[in-house]
């Protein structure tokens, strides 16, 4: 079946743009995550969404990133007035519910640049 | 905070030998420990995991091990291959949180 996808794969945007970076979870799947993974960095924890709602948004580095998730599927991760320490690869990842060990099943990323 | 710490950050074995990383986790709450393999340009992707109350499990040349005590766990993997070669994380999952929280990772390369 189809895995988690994510689009574009790659963006490049000027600093001080907006971009809106989108995942789409494996169907079923109610939770979320997105993860920023720097070059050759871990994968920093950003939010996570059960459902529409976001128990979690701990990891969101400052105002200037949002996340939303709209009918439990799609979600949109929006950084406003992007500088260059943004360029990162975002991960997402969904999860089955249910079940307290399932795995985080991961999409592809979308590979930031902001010039 | 949680915290999870991995070792080493580069790691090189030729192929054949066997490849050990270690992570050691803050939070004596957590229960879960999986661990992801991460192709160049792909997302990580589990390849073994490991729950609190068991100690150790093994998946052909895989093995995870678990000292709840000493708050470490490893991975092993014995009869390296040149797909081996990749970036691995180690994680930990909190009781209390529905997030995973990563440790930095281990590029592992496989010399022939």
């Known amino acids: 079946g189809a895995g988690v996808s994510q689009s574009p794969s790659n963006k490049v945007t000027e600093k001080g743009k907006d971009v809106e970076l989108r995942c789409d979870p494996i169907s079923g799947h109610t939770a979320l995550y997105w993860y920023r993974q720097s070059l050759g960095q871990g994968l920093e924890f950003l939010i996570y969404f059960q459902g529409n709602s976001a128990p979690d948004k701990s990891g969101l580095p400052s105002d200037r990133f949002s996340a939303e998730r709209t009918g439990g599927s799609v979600s949109t991760l929006t950084i406003q007035r992007t500088q260059q320490e943004d360029s990162a690869v975002y991960l997402c990842a969904s999860r089955q519910p249910g079940r307290t060990y399932n795995e985080q099943f991961f999409g592809p990323g979308t590979r930031l640049t902001v010039l | 905070g949680e915290n999870v710490e991995q070792h080493p950050s580069t790691l090189s074995v030729q192929e054949g030998d066997s490849a050990v990383i270690k992570c050691t986790y803050s939070?004596?709450?957590?229960?879960?420990f999986p661990w992801y393999k991460q192709e160049l340009g792909k997302g990580p992707q589990l390849i073994i995991d490991i729950r609190s109350n068991v100690g150790e499990k093994k998946d052909q040349r895989i093995a995870v091990t678990l000292n709840k005590t000493a708050k470490h766990f490893s991975l092993h993997i014995t009869e390296t291959q040149p797909e081996d070669s990749a970036v691995y994380f180690c994680a930990a999952r909190y009781s209390s949180a529905s997030k995973i929280i990563f440790g930095s990772g281990t590029r592992l390369s496989i010399r022939p």
């Open positions: 939070d004596s709450a957590s229960n879960y």
